[in-house]
């Protein structure tokens, strides 16, 4: 039987940082059986959620296909900008503040009201429950770019049509796999804070508030069906395709192109231009190099807005023991 995550787990529910390896991460999940397949559930994707997840990934991409027409015929208003914005913003830093940097890798330790708000905002961005986005990511990392992680590019090879055939699955492809990673073996820690359960448990509920609230917001303040509608194609439908495309694509560009200042045991890479989009995500070859670390954009110049939210919630006394880089963890790692 294959032995527990070794990483110890904080009183707050998170898992301890590990700093044994330049690849480490909060739970080092042991390697592949025989077969090379780590170990899942026994649970599957049933072909209702096979439906839906298809249906959520299809419908705000083609919205977003429309979204230019639409906003030159004058479909684009202030408020509509202002909802999709704002709700970009809240289930952005969601993923990649709470989902990714608090949650998967115990960056800082937060107090009970920001771990709740950070695992509410990350559930509205709709990319799945807290706990399975979680587990799934740890996975990823223990195999990064190997048999066994999820969404590689090089999963197929190095051949171009290869490489082409593992940016689909890197990217969206890997969605659509029945398999569903273990929590018991990924997420213990997660499994056991009763708030996080209870969010993670809970995010249909956060879907239809996700995708329900701009429509409201809209109808609301422009008191007409017309400014409903206008929100909900803006702050609902673009809003979440947008979000997804790009955090896809720090699974598959990032794993493809880029340039590599630091030593990481995989092809993580710097894109410069999703920086921004990505709330500084995009800055993967550092965060692959050094995991734990709260701030991704380590040089000059990077932007890292997810740092700097991290650092207001220092400040302000939400979160503490963050885990800021040092310069000789980062010569260390200099390629």
């Not at 083609?62 to 479909?75: K, S, Y």
């Not at 569903?180 to 997420?187: C, D, F, G, I, V």
Request: glycine letters at 8%; charged letters at 15%; hydrophobic letters at 45%.
């Amino acid at each position: 039987m294959t032995p527990p995550p070794t990483a110890a787990v904080a009183a707050t529910g998170t898992v301890a940082p590990a700093e044994s390896s330049p690849d480490a991460t909060a739970v080092r999940a042991p390697r592949p059986a025989a077969g090379g397949e780590p170990m899942l559930d026994e649970a599957v994707k049933g072909r209702g959620e096979q439906v839906a997840l298809f249906a959520f990934i299809t419908v705000p991409f083609a919205a977003v296909l429309a979204a230019v027409p639409v906003a030159w015929g004058r479909g684009l208003g202030w408020l509509d900008v202002v909802v999709a914005l704002t709700m970009y913003v809240i289930s952005g830093l969601g993923i990649t503040v709470g989902f990714h940097r608090y949650f998967t890798h115990g960056s800082f330790t937060a107090n009970r009201a920001l771990r709740i708000a950070l695992a509410v905002a990350g559930s509205l961005a709709i990319e799945g429950p807290v706990v399975r986005w979680v587990a799934d990511h740890r996975r990823h990392h223990a195999f990064s770019d190997r048999e066994g992680d999820p969404h590689s590019p090089w999963r197929y090879g190095e051949t171009v049509p290869a490489l082409i055939r593992g940016l689909w699955h890197a990217h969206s492809g890997w969605l659509f796999d029945r398999e569903l990673t273990n929590p018991r073996k990924y997420t213990p820690d997660l499994l056991r804070d009763r708030d996080v359960a209870a969010v993670s448990r809970a995010f249909p509920a956060f879907v239809a508030v996700s995708m329900l609230l701009p429509p409201l917001l809209g109808g609301l303040v422009s008191w007409s069906w017309q400014g409903a509608l206008s929100a909900f194609f803006w702050g609902s439908l673009v809003r979440v395709a947008l979000l997804h495309h790009v955090t896809w694509s720090i699974n598959s560009i990032c794993h493809a192109l880029g340039k590599r200042p630091f030593n990481s045991r995989d092809r993580s890479g710097n894109v410069w231009w999703l920086a921004v989009a990505s709330f500084g995500e995009s800055w993967h070859n550092l965060h692959h190099a050094d995991p734990t670390c709260a701030r991704h954009g380590v040089l000059p110049g990077q932007v890292d807005i997810s740092a700097r939210v991290i650092w207001a919630f220092e400040r302000l006394g939400w979160a503490t023991h963050v885990r800021w880089p040092r310069a000789e963890r980062l010569a260390a790692r200099r390629a």
